[in-house]
Nanobody, 119 residues
Framework: QVHLVESGGGVVQAGGSLRLSCAAS????????MGWHRQAPGKQRELVAS???????IYADSVKGRFTISREIAKNTVYLQMNSLKPEDTAVYYC?????????????WGQGTQVTVSS
């Protein structure tokens, strides 16, 4: 099992910044990627950004140029720096990691942290 603890959410005005953190513990060996998803009210959960152990990152088109994902392997922590926030970024942000064990993929989710961007 992998346990994820998120922090850094809050309320910010449009144009502001927030930094989310997600620390992984437990059975963290063989984690291949860590990332962030979000879910706004009435909408499906969507990928925001993800980063592999090789530091390869992908972003949703809606956040490119504004959000930066990074990973501190020694601390088993992934960060999401969010700049130029917009009201449409308001959502619950979930940390997600996946790992492989004997060829089987396992996904783990954090409890979520609320990000609210006021206009």
């Amino acid at each position: 099992q992998v346990h994820l603890v998120e922090s850094g959410g809050g309320v910010v005005q449009a144009g502001g910044s927030l930094r989310l953190s997600c620390a992984a513990s437990g059975s963290i060996f063989s984690i291949s990627a860590m990332g962030w998803h979000r879910q706004a009210p009435g909408k499906q959960r969507e990928l925001v950004a993800s980063i592999t152990t090789g530091e390869s990152a992908i972003y949703a088109d809606s956040v490119k140029g504004r959000f930066t994902i990074s990973r501190e392997i020694a601390k088993n922590t992934v960060y999401l720096q969010m700049n130029s926030l917009k009201p449409e970024d308001t959502a619950v942000y979930y940390c997600k990691v996946h790992k492989y064990n004997n060829g089987i993929r396992y996904d783990y989710w954090g409890q979520g942290t609320q990000v609210t961007v006021s206009s």
